[in-house]
């Protein structure tokens, strides 16, 4: 962007002169204009030093309500930090992390870029700011040799979350190599209530050894060519945001990421598995849009997307080219806790056996050893929910074995459960459940009889047997009821 320096220099000085003689730190504010927002006046408020945040953090955004002077302290560090567990390689980073820092500015901030490439690095480094419209986004006045530091000022004219980039040659092996970041330029109104923000960036890594082969890796040239990454990764290694390192948030909580993609090759497919965006502004642009699954973020882009999640539990972020959440490492959590919410989502309720053949086509009894059918269709049917010992499961599924309810109800009424479903309370060894069997006509005579028979005479339980003809009453007689 044209700048002239000598200008924001002597307004620069003007302002804390002024600040100086009304010995007050704080200039005279404006009132706000939401629908013109002030990017042009000259920031009358003393330099500000950003405070900048590691991912997944994010810098509490500057409450002003007007333009200041921002000084950016950006330092590049090459280290050696872990893809994934055994496997580690030379990182170039903005910071000492992948992605470089959060920079978070206002709208018509005058941004003052310091960037000191650190003396133990190996290579000149520069930054691209995609939020400067400008030849080259700030290269050339950044470039930075080992053991220096260029300064250089923008003007923040646009608001949005882009993305800023190292652009030394050869570019694309800088920016795998971990050189990559976001900064966000809030409009004076801002985004809005948030109860959560955090900062996520994908981007490849290109190593000589395979997924998981461990050691030192180095970057290979030929698969970034090929754009063949061996890792697909959020916050620069598979994991980072997995397990302890989750992302958390409260039901009802409304989650807000700011979302970024390095590349440097793929376009991201951005998902929350079971999650719902309420708003995404896509491509990190001014409109909104509601009510979104997946969201394309370009390599070099960015997107602002916001959730809030009423069902308790943990939701995987994904690329959702699958291949690279479930072979290359592109998965991050969120952890949701809160009550649960059986009226959106229940848990699986049955697991019936389906064997190709619709209910009515069952396979005919016959076809099963007459003394093994009570067994099997236990065993089939019934131990799904029962348990294969008869022992249920707490507080869902109530017991077979020893339980007092099976061998004090009338068998036509323990029929008839089998037969219609039983949907309680139901009293069982003096724990009260009140789930739902589902209704099982579809068995043969032979089949409930059998699997009664079988219950009322295992794990303990010395019950009589119950036929095939006392099931045919039963079916018959509830059959001619309306
Ligand atoms: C999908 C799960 C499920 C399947 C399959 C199932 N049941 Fe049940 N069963 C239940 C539930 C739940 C209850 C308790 C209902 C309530 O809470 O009101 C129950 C209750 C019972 C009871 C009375 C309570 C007790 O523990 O004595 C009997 C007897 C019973 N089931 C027998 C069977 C038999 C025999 C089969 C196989 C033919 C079977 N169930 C298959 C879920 C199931
Ligand atoms: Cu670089």
Redesign the pocket.
């Known amino acids: 962007m044209q700048f002239v320096p000598a200008i924001m220099k002597a307004s620069w000085l003007l302002a804390v002169v002024a600040a100086c003689t009304t010995e007050s730190h704080e200039a005279p504010r404006p009132a706000v204009t939401v629908q013109a927002p002030d990017v042009t006046s000259t920031p009358t408020s003393r330099p500000i030093i950003a405070q900048l945040t590691s991912a997944p953090e994010v810098p509490q955004r500057a409450w002003r309500q007007h333009p200041a002077h921002v000084v950016v302290e950006l330092t590049v560090k090459e280290v050696v930090k872990p893809i994934a567990p055994g496997v580690t390689y030379t990182f170039w980073t903005y910071g000492g992390d992948v992605p470089g820092k959060f920079i978070r500015v206002r709208q018509g901030d005058e941004v003052e870029v310091h960037l000191k490439n650190d003396p133990s690095s190996k290579l000149p480094h520069n930054v691209d700011f995609h939020a400067v419209a400008g030849p080259g986004g700030g290269a050339v006045s950044t470039f930075t040799a080992p053991g220096h530091e260029s300064r250089f000022t923008f003007r923040a004219t646009r608001p949005g979350l882009y993305v800023y980039h190292c652009a030394t040659a050869p570019v694309p092996m800088h920016v795998a190599n971990g050189m990559y970041g976001l900064i966000l330029v809030d409009p004076p109104e801002g985004y809005g209530r948030a109860d959560h923000e955090y900062y996520v960036m994908q981007g490849e890594l290109y190593t000589a050894g395979k997924y998981h082969a461990p050691g030192l890796q180095t970057f290979d040239m030929d698969k970034g060519i090929d754009e063949r990454p061996t890792y697909v990764v959020f916050n620069g290694a598979e994991g980072s945001l997995v397990g302890d390192k989750a992302i958390h948030a409260k039901t009802g909580d409304r989650v807000r990421l700011y979302v970024g993609n390095g590349g440097p090759n793929l376009v991201s497919s951005f998902h929350v598995i079971g999650g719902i965006f309420d708003k995404v502004y896509p491509e990190a642009g001014l409109h909104p849009q509601e009510d979104v699954q997946t969201t394309l973020i370009p390599s070099g882009g960015a997107a602002i997307v916001e959730m809030t999640f009423d069902v308790p539990g943990t939701y995987s972020i994904v690329d959702h080219s699958l291949f690279r959440a479930f072979n290359q490492g592109a998965v991050a959590q969120i952890v949701v806790d809160g009550p649960s919410r059986n009226d959106l989502m229940t848990e699986k309720?049955?697991?019936?056996r389906y064997d190709g053949n619709e209910p009515a086509e069952a396979a005919p009894a016959a076809q099963v050893a007459d003394d093994d059918i009570g067994k099997a269709?236990?065993g089939r049917?019934?131990?799904?929910?029962?348990q294969p010992q008869g022992q249920?499961i707490p507080g869902?599924?109530?017991?077979?074995a020893k339980?007092?309810?099976?061998a004090s109800?009338a068998k036509a009424t323990?029929i008839g459960?089998?037969l219609h479903g039983?949907?309680?309370?139901?009293t069982?060894n003096g724990t009260?459940?009140?789930?739902?069997?589902?209704p099982?006509a579809f068995?043969s005579d032979d089949?409930?009889a059998g699997?009664?028979t079988f219950?009322r005479a295992s794990w303990g339980n010395q019950l009589d047997k119950v036929s095939p003809q006392e099931v045919g009453s039963v079916r018959g007689q509830t059959a001619s009821k309306p």
Do not use: K, R
């Not at 049917?381 to 029962?386: L, P």
């Not at 009260?432 to 589902?438: A, L």
């Open positions: 309720i049955t697991d019936l269709t236990f049917i019934c131990a799904a929910c029962h249920g869902t599924f109530p017991p077979l339980s007092d309810y099976l109800t323990l459960h089998v039983l949907q309680g309370p139901v069982v009260t459940y009140t789930g739902q069997m589902p099982m068995l089949e409930i699997a009664l219950a």
